[in-house]
Structure formats: structure tokens, C-alpha cells
T-cell receptor, first 113, second 112 residues
Framework: EAGVAQSPRYKIIEKRQSVAFWCNPI?????LYWYQQILGQGPKLLIQ????????DSQLPKDRFSAERLKGVDSTLKIQPAKLEDSAVYLC???????????FGPGTRLLVL | GQQVMQIPQYQHVQEGEDFTTYCNSS?????IQWYKQRPGGHPVFLIQ?????EVKKQKRLTFQFGEAKKNSSLHITATQTTDVGTYFC????????????FGTGTRLKVLA
């Protein structure tokens, strides 16, 4: 079974630029999560999708972050415009319905200069 | 947002020594999960605890859920260099949504 795929793996941008991350969950997993992990901290949930609907986006900074999962499969997370404090690893995870285990992708490491 | 404290933040042990990390919540939990993240890697699921007072073992790892379902511990017996990494607890509240809040993590370093 293929794991969660994410791209790009690394991204360096300047502040005020835009950036987008892509995630392809494990086939058949209806739930998809985006987390932000700042160096030395635990993953912080940004948004949770169930199929193509948003379940929780209470911690998503909506003035600059947006995410979509239009067809209920892969997902994109966008930051526009980026700030220095957005430097972090952005992790995507997926979960099968009725199961509790989250499977994480390798993450996208973002550096904002 | 809500932060879940784990203690200690860092732990250096000699290979062969035991290690324990604790996770505490101010609210009653539906369940708790433990993850391990190797340096430069991503979190990998270890185990889930659901029942009050539950104890589960995986080889040298012992996981325990508190009687009040507000705290948990992970104990590693006779650490090995392969145990190096950061151990996170992830808490699911009783709200019914599959939303997890991760702890601050305990970084374990094992000295050979």
C-alpha cells in the first residue's frame, strides 16, 4: 500500500510570496489532515477534511492560509502572503473511516526568508 | 490554541537505561495515541489507548492510560540507540470529531 505523498519536499521563498503544497492521501482514506510543525514543537492541526468537506479549520489563519480538497482525494494548502513565522514543516496525514490511526506523509519543509 | 504538556522536554540516557515520558490533559479524553518521530522524519503511529487504566505493551515499550483518562505515560525498558527520536502523545477529546491535539513532545537521546 502506497503511503501519503507530499510535494514539494522543500521550499524556500521570500516573505510576502505565495506557496502551495500538495498532498495525496492513502487510497480510500476519507479523512485528510494538514498540520504545521514548527521546529521543536508538536504538530498543530490546521484543517481537517472528511471527503471534500471541512470538518475543522478553527486553527487555520484564514487571512493567509487556504486549503481545498475538491474531489475528496488529493488536497492543496496555500499560503498567501507568507510570513517569516510560517517557516515550518507542513505535514499531511490521512485516516481510514472508522479507524483511528493517522498516517503521515514525509512533509514539506518551508523556509521563509 | 490548546497545548498539551509532556514532561520531560528532553531526556538523555545511557544505552540500557529506562526512559519514561508523561502526557497530561486538563480534560477527560476519548482516547490517546502515541507517535514516534525520528530526526528529520515524520510522526509514526505507535499505539492507541482507549480504556481507563489500560496498559499495553510492545516489546520494550509500555503504554498506560490513567484511571481518570486525563493522563498517559510511555515507558521504554533498556533503551537502545534505535529508540532515539521525539515521542508525542496525541489527545482526542470527547467531542466526537476525530480531531487530535499533539503534545509538546519528549526528545530522547540515547548515548552508546
Amino acid at each position: 500500500e502506497a503511503g501519503v505523498a507530499q510535494s514539494p519536499r522543500y521550499k524556500i521563498i521570500e516573505k510576502r510570496q505565495s506557496v502551495a503544497f500538495w498532498c495525496n492521501p492513502i487510497s480510500g482514506h476519507a479523512t485528510l489532515y494538514w498540520y504545521q510543525q514548527i521546529l521543536g514543537q508538536g504538530p498543530k492541526l490546521l484543517i481537517q477534511f472528511q471527503n471534500n468537506g471541512v470538518v475543522d479549520d478553527s486553527q487555520l489563519p484564514k487571512d493567509r492560509f487556504s486549503a481545498e480538497r475538491l474531489k475528496g482525494v488529493d488536497s492543496t494548502l496555500k499560503i498567501q502572503p507568507a510570513k517569516l513565522e510560517d517557516s515550518a514543516v507542513y505535514l499531511c496525514a490521512s485516516r481510514n473511516s472508522g479507524m483511528e490511526t493517522q498516517y503521515f506523509g514525509p512533509g514539506t519543509r518551508l523556509l521563509v526568508l | 490554541g490548546q497545548q498539551v504538556m509532556q514532561i520531560p522536554q528532553y531526556q538523555h540516557v545511557q544505552e540500557g537505561e529506562d526512559f519514561t515520558t508523561y502526557c497530561n490533559s486538563s480534560t477527560t479524553l476519548s482516547n490517546i495515541q502515541w507517535y514516534k518521530q525520528r530526526p528529520g522524519g515524520h510522526p509514526v503511529f505507535l499505539i492507541q489507548l482507549v480504556k481507563s487504566g489500560e496498559v499495553k505493551k510492545q516489546k520494550r515499550l509500555t503504554f498506560q492510560f490513567g484511571e481518570a483518562k486525563k493522563n498517559s505515560s510511555l515507558h521504554i525498558t533498556a533503551t537502545q540507540t534505535t529508540d532515539v527520536g521525539t515521542y508525542f502523545c496525541a489527545l482526542r477529546g470527547a467531542s466526537g470529531t476525530y480531531k487530535y491535539i499533539f503534545g509538546t513532545g519528549t526528545r530522547l537521546k540515547v548515548l552508546a
